[in-house]
């Protein structure tokens, strides 16, 4: 895993465009695009993308399965953050602070394997970071012929480790990279945790915390 997975995909951009935005996310090859309301996020638009990916992206040829995209536009124009939870798209149409400070558009990418974005049968050897670092190339790729401003990717928490993996095989993707708690366990447990909370927190906070834990 210490490697891209894959080359960089040939994506070549057309001039920018002056079409609705739901045409040129459509126009997208791959792409499958519904627009529905932004409930969270008065001022946006919000479209639900399946993105078709390989299950094994050094063999694009071979099976695919589709990946869920939630994109709150704010405008062409604006920054863009790449958003990963790491796990099920649970972000959806809630704006992350990142996209909120930069009154920016936000592509929330569902990790493989999770939620809706699962191959079919049991493919457990292709769900690794290499292989979801290009997933979120792939997309970025793709989605900077609409959304050609910055972009920034972030998350919290496994969706942070997912964030910096991305930043570490496509360091050219992003601007930058806003990671929240991204924590990189070494085992179940990992006693590296006991000797952090020795030296975090006033010592009453500390035994609070450690009542809760047993």
Not at 30 to 46: I, L, S
Not at 52 to 71: E, K
Not at 132 to 140: K, R, S, V
Not at 155 to 171: D, E, L, N, Q, V
Request: net charge negative; hydrophobic share 40%.
């Amino acid at each position: 895993e210490g490697e891209p997975v894959d080359a960089a995909p040939v994506v070549t951009c057309g001039p920018p465009s002056d079409a609705d935005v739901a045409v040129q996310l459509a126009a997208l090859p791959g792409v499958t695009v519904v627009e529905a309301p932004a409930a969270h996020a008065p001022g946006y638009r919000y479209f639900r993308l399946q993105w078709t990916q390989p299950v094994d992206h050094a063999h694009p040829d071979g099976a695919t399965f589709t990946q869920q995209v939630s994109l709150l536009h704010r405008d062409l124009a604006r920054p863009t953050i790449a958003f990963t939870t790491g796990y099920e798209d649970y972000q959806r149409d809630y704006l992350s602070e990142p996209a909120a400070l930069v009154d920016g558009n936000q592509a929330s990418i569902e990790h493989r394997f999770f939620g809706a974005s699962r191959p079919a049968g049991a493919a457990w050897d292709f769900l690794t970071v290499a292989q979801q670092a290009a997933d979120q190339h792939a997309i970025i790729a793709g989605l900077r012929c609409v959304y050609r401003g910055p972009w920034v990717s972030s998350g919290g928490s496994k969706g942070g480790m997912t964030a910096i993996y991305h930043r570490r095989f496509y360091p050219d993707d992003v601007a930058g990279t806003l990671a929240y708690v991204a924590p990189l366990s070494f085992a179940i447990p990992d006693h590296r945790y006991d000797a952090f909370l020795d030296g975090v927190m006033p010592a009453a906070c500390r035994d609070a915390v450690r009542a809760v834990a047993t």
